[in-house]
């Protein structure tokens, strides 16, 4: 499929997308809808609270709306209700969220700024003459497993005089029942514990389903929001207005619970926490929320003898009840984040080597990469078995499997850059699993179960089938970790499933027959030139597997051979007759496509892959660029973060910068409020629907390198 800008001269189409670049760069930098200074620039959604795919509250915010504009959201859309307001000398300002309290005055704060780093989102508002500053601090912890698994987030307010005055200020936050489920009618109960050092509300479905979901959203556990009990702490829980009426007219909570157990809706229910901070000067004096949510069992995993296990977070091998979780994570506050800004400048130092633009891409993905895991280990109190990790991943926004293999890939490098261990973890339990002979295919599994969290395997094949490019994508990953660890455990461990892939590739891969890739929205398709790729590099990495791990000369020498033959002969059929670019499928000469499965050679250091045609297609997408990158194929318009990113590793600078700018200008737009959509139209900009996806760990690609 040709496109306008494919005929135009490469002159002309350089001007013209340099022109509208810069254009749309200068609005990212200066926005129009937006009355604060935005740092680097104000994103489609920011995260908040993003920890695991049942703990990912966003502010929509694309399209200029402020922290006190709208209400924060699930990363579906659902409402999460959270409320935060300021009484200052009497007078009560709203911080955050958007509501409506008959029965009492109050101004909205004015927003001054709003800043995003890798762990944190930062906004600063003035109310009166104070000034404000709530910090949604979601930890990111690679190397520390508890830590890490702990499904907690903080928010930190913090006031500050303006005018060189006292002012009396407290602060309060709440949050509804819509933490716990999209639908409004079910009915949910809760609890108080106000001990000397922490007050808690704790609250839950009625009626839950273990390892149940309705609407993206689970019918276990419960949420927690907690603070310590400082001086001045006051609680309160019951119908939004009431309590927030309470609070504005007296600065103060009544330190009363209702008990009347009821739905999401009716009345609804607050849960509510608030800090008389008393005299405040231009020093600023801060308080901490944590909001969290646990379930246990977490994940429902398959066993050699299809029974199945419940698995549990990790952080119970350190702790006995979440009351002690939660005192330790508040305590914790301040050393947690001396942790995450220290992340954050490294992220953005090694980031800032290739551009500030990438340094922003780089910090809008992690959260959301880490938020769609969960650490997880076996046993039971006492006796817990913390050799036994495994890392559990949804696809979220598209298919909602577990640990689904083109989904890890992706989404491999910010894994592999903070904690390679992390890498082994999500692909233990899909070669635990095909190791016990359930799986019946020979080639390597899509996914570990069609719905998070329930890990059940396909024992009858019936996954989503993508032979070449999940057993290609299990190699690459599998010798990928082995490289930048030295840990051989899996690649001899599970040898023989490596080796039944690799065979599975090289009697398939060559001529692809009609199937699936990872742009599965596309449909299938014989022939695939990039498909094909992947599987190619798949046996030369079995090759080296084979040759320096296992010890196998022989059979690598021959694994080797093949790689290199069919090489050749994907050349012959992959590149355009006039030898000017890859195209989409064999023979199909008026096609075209994006090659990130290149990137596979650069990931491994296999130097494999010809320098000639990385230069073609480094050249034609210089010459073929839309205004928000290249399309992942010529099937379709629409264009893909990641996969532009791990491109960017074969080609030119100057095209990897290009797509570079392409995704900053796109995330800067104001097209799009929801969570970062990995795939969007390279022209309009139009969200496909992904949204919220781990994939986006991708973006550390070039960091890999």
């Known amino acids: 499929m040709q496109r306008w800008y494919h005929r135009l001269s490469l002159s002309t189409m350089v001007s013209t997308w340099n022109l509208a670049l810069s254009i749309f760069l200068t609005l990212s930098v200066y926005p129009i809808v937006s009355a604060w200074t935005s740092t680097p620039f104000n994103p489609p959604s920011y995260p908040l609270a993003v920890r695991t795919p049942y703990l990912s509250t966003w502010l929509p915010s694309g399209s200029g709306a402020a922290l006190n504009d709208v209400w924060p959201q ?72 508890v830590k890490q698994s702990i499904p907690f987030s903080y928010l930190s307010v913090s006031a500050a005089s303006t005018d060189g005055l006292s002012h009396i200020v407290s602060v309060y936050t709440d949050i509804s029942g819509e933490w716990l489920t999209s639908n409004d009618a079910l009915t949910i109960n809760w609890t108080t514990t106000a001990t000397a050092a922490v007050i808690t509300h704790q609250s839950q479905l009625e009626t839950q389903t273990v390892y149940g979901e309705s609407a993206d959203r689970i019918l276990q556990g419960s949420v927690y929001y907690s603070t310590e009990n400082l001086a001045g702490t006051t609680y309160q829980t019951g119908q939004d207005i009431v309590v927030r009426a309470q609070f504005i007219n007296n600065g103060v909570l009544s330190d009363t619970v209702d008990t009347n157990y009821r739905a999401v809706s009716d009345d609804w229910p607050v849960f509510a926490l608030a800090h008389l901070l008393g005299d405040v000067t231009s020093t600023p004096q801060s308080v901490v929320f944590s909001i969290g949510q646990v379930r246990d069992p977490v994940i429902e995993y398959i066993q050699q003898d299809n029974t199945f296990e419940g698995r549990s977070y990790y952080f119970w091998s350190a702790y006995s009840t979440i009351a002690e979780v939660i005192s330790d994570f508040l305590s914790d506050y301040s050393a947690a984040l001396s942790r995450a800004n220290s992340l954050d400048e490294t992220l953005q130092a090694a980031s800032a080597s ?9 910090a809008l993905s992690m959260r ?18 913390t050799s036994d990790t495994l890392m559990f991943l949804k696809e979220i926004s598209s298919d909602g499997n577990v640990n689904t293999v083109d989904v890890i890939m992706p989404a491999w490098p910010a894994f592999m850059y903070l904690n390679p261990a992390l890498g082994k973890y999500l692909l233990l339990p899909l070669l635990q699993y095909q190791a016990t002979g359930q799986y019946p295919n020979l080639y390597a599994c899509h996914d570990m179960g069609a719905s998070y969290p329930i890990a059940n395997g396909h024992n009858l094949g019936n996954d989503e089938p993508m032979p070449i490019e999940e057993s290609g994508n299990m190699l690459n990953m599998a010798l990928d970790y082995t490289q930048r660890t030295g840990d051989t455990s899996l690649v001899t461990t599970y040898s023989s499933l490596f080796t039944q892939w690799a065979d599975y590739l090289v009697a398939n891969t060559l001529f692809p027959a009609d199937q699936l890739a990872t742009t599965d929205f596309d449909g299938a398709l014989p022939n695939q030139t990039n498909l094909a790729i992947k599987g190619i590099i798949g046996i030369k990495a079995m090759s080296v597997i084979l040759s320096t791990y ?47 499965n290149l990137a596979m050679d650069a990931l491994l250091g296999l130097d494999f892959m010809p320098a000639s045609v990385k230069s073609l297609q480094s050249t034609w997408y210089e010459n073929n660029m839309a205004l928000y990158g290249f399309p992942i194929d010529s099937r379709t318009t629409y264009t893909s973060a990641q996969w532009m990113i791990w491109t960017g590793m074969t080609t030119s600078t100057s095209v990897q910068n290009g797509f570079i700018d392409a995704i900053r200008s796109w995330l800067s737009s104001g097209l799009t409020s929801t969570p970062f959509g990995d795939r969007f139209e390279d022209d309009t900009g139009a969200n496909s629907g992904n949204e919220a996806r781990p994939v986006v760990g991708g973006n550390l690609a070039l960091l890999l390198l």
């Open 354 to 362: 290739i551009s500030s633009s990438y340094t922003d891409i780089v």
């Open 550 to 596: 296992l010890h196998d000369a022989s059979s690598a020498s021959t694994y080797n051979s093949t790689a290199e033959s069919y090489l050749k002969t994907w050349q012959t059929f992959g590149i355009s007759t006039d030898g000017s670019h890859l195209i989409l499928e064999y023979g199909n000469e008026t096609t075209e496509v994006l090659g990130y």
């Open 368 to 385: 959301q990469t880490f938020g769609a895991t969960e650490l997880t280990i076996s046993g039971s109190p006492g006796a817990w078995n």
């Open 74 to 145: 699930f990363w579906t859309g659902a409402i999460t209700g959270w409320a935060g307001f300021l009484v200052v000398d009497g007078d009560a300002y709203s911080f955050l969220g958007d509501p409506d309290v008959s029965g009492a005055a109050f101004a909205k704060a004015t927003q001054v700024s709003a800043e995003f780093t890798s762990t944190q989102s930062i906004f600063t508002l003035k109310a009166g003459s104070i000034e404000v500053t709530a910090t949604f601090f979601s930890p990111i912890e690679p190397t520390d497993l």
